[in-house]
């Protein structure tokens, strides 16, 4: 079976209500509309996945955000799209789809003009556009493992520690303390 579309229900689209009310007063203000889409992965008969339901940069992620083209947005009321893997979802609480659907609205910045008034386009719509992650971490352990300091696994993970250490890792020290 190929991979599955589905509307959010009515929870889901609350959650997402929330997490730009609390934490995005920008695309509030915009009155941006993010659609939301459920996505499942594609299965064979056997029920074992063929290919997962969101990848990005080739390698499967638990949600994805886009902007919907000027062309599209002729005939469709929507700003930007969030599609998430219902899997990942499935096995998540409310304060985790929150931070997922955060992490997503995060990628979403709304443009702005010379007097700071939200910037859009002919057809009022507000411009957006897309950042990226201040960071991402990727790697392999075993490369972590043979080259300590000199792999960009350790390297990256390091440099996070040291900016934002305790504030992003408050559980740290009772880890460590337990592992001594
Ligand atoms: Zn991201």
Do not use: C
């Not at 589905?6 to 941006?32: F, G, M, Q, Y």
């Not at 599609?83 to 931070?99: P, S």
């Amino acid at each position: 079976m190929p991979k599955t579309y589905s509307k959010p229900d009515s929870k889901e689209l609350e959650l997402l209500k929330l997490a730009i009310k609390n934490w995005h007063p920008d695309l509030e203000e915009a009155k941006a509309k993010i659609a939301l889409v459920m996505v499942g992965p594609a299965v064979n008969d056997a029920g074992d996945v063929t290919a997962p339901a969101i990848t990005g940069q080739g390698v499967a992620v638990a949600a994805r955000v886009g902007l919907v083209s000027p062309k599209r947005r002729v005939y469709m009321e929507y700003d930007a799209e969030i599609e998430i893997d219902e899997t990942v979802w499935a096995d998540f609480d409310a304060d985790k789809r929150l931070a997922l659907l955060d992490h997503e609205l995060e990628h979403v910045q709304v443009r702005r003009d010379r007097n700071n008034a939200i910037a859009r386009d002919d057809d009022l719509r507000p411009k957006l556009r897309l950042g990226a992650d201040d960071y991402m971490l990727t790697g392999f352990v075993a490369v972590a493992k043979r080259h300590g300091g000199n792999a960009l696994e350790v390297i990256s993970l390091r440099s996070l520690w040291d900016e934002y250490g305790q504030a992003l890792f408050p559980f740290a020290q009772k880890l460590k303390r337990r592992a001594g």
